[in-house]
């Protein structure tokens, strides 16, 4: 059973738009979350990240924010870039610092 | 700076046959983890290494091991490789920062074929 879900397997964004990338968790211990992008051929690289003590953090054109009441966290880019595309994995670690991944959304920016 | 190096890129095996996964990283990091990528499953993780000397299994130990040969090194080995292990395996590593890992460095991953 997964205990971090992303249900949308795929988005297609226009260029200059925002792109809204979802993750739902059912696992209250988490309390640390990350977004991955993966390019094919590639290892995932680390984008952005979250701990529970906060509710938004941003960096440059990604923000992240979590509602932990609804266990649900969202990565926010704007504007999107046509090299945004990629996979995206959200991610949850617990207190024994074992993370648990998502399916994975594919992103594609139309140009 | 290589960060995570996993060799070999890619592997086919025959049913029955074993093999060692290699993964090495040059950033100090305690912690290490393997990882494999399944279409529609995601990352799901095998095992993993707390710290040098420690292992302990993941969501899907089944049909491997592993060893923490040192701090820098921490192999997979699949003893009797199975069609259903045909997948993309990722090594990881991290290091814990007060209560929180650093986030997950990973390799390029070993595309592994049983046939």
């Known amino acids: 059973d997964q205990q971090v879900k992303q249900n949308s397997p795929s988005l297609s964004v226009q260029e200059g738009r925002i792109s809204i990338l979802n993750c739902d968790y059912t696992?209250?211990?988490?309390?640390?979350f990350l977004w991955y992008k993966k390019y094919p051929a590639e290892g995932p690289t680390f984008l952005i990240s979250?701990?529970?003590?906060?509710d938004k953090n941003e960096d440059g054109r990604f923000t992240v924010f979590l509602n932990k009441s609804a266990k649900h966290l969202s990565l926010h880019i704007v504007p999107s870039q046509p090299g945004d595309s990629a996979v995206y994995f959200c991610?949850?670690?617990?207190?024994?610092?074992?993370?648990?991944f998502g399916t994975g959304t594919s992103l594609t920016v139309i140009p | 700076n290589a960060g995570v190096t996993q060799t070999p890129k890619f592997q086919v095996l025959k049913t029955g046959q074993s093999m060692t996964l290699q993964c090495a990283q040059d950033?100090?990091?305690?912690?290490m983890y393997w990882y494999r990528q399944d279409p529609g499953m995601g990352l799901r993780l095998i095992y993993y290494s707390a710290s040098e000397g420690t292992t302990d299994k993941g969501e899907v130990p089944n049909g491997y091991n592993v060893s923490r040969l040192n701090k820098r090194e921490f192999s997979l080995r699949l003893e009797s490789a199975a069609p259903s292990q045909t997948s993309v395996y990722f090594c990881?590593?991290?290091?814990?920062?007060?209560?929180?890992?650093?986030?997950?460095?990973f390799g390029n991953g070993t595309r592994l074929t049983v046939t």
């Open positions: 991610a949850a670690s617990d207190p024994g610092n074992q993370f648990y």
């Open positions: 950033m100090n990091h305690n912690s």
């Open positions: 696992n209250s211990m988490f309390d640390y």
């Open positions: 979250i701990s529970s003590i906060k």
């Open positions: 990881a590593s991290s290091e814990v920062t007060g209560r929180y890992n650093s986030p997950l460095h």
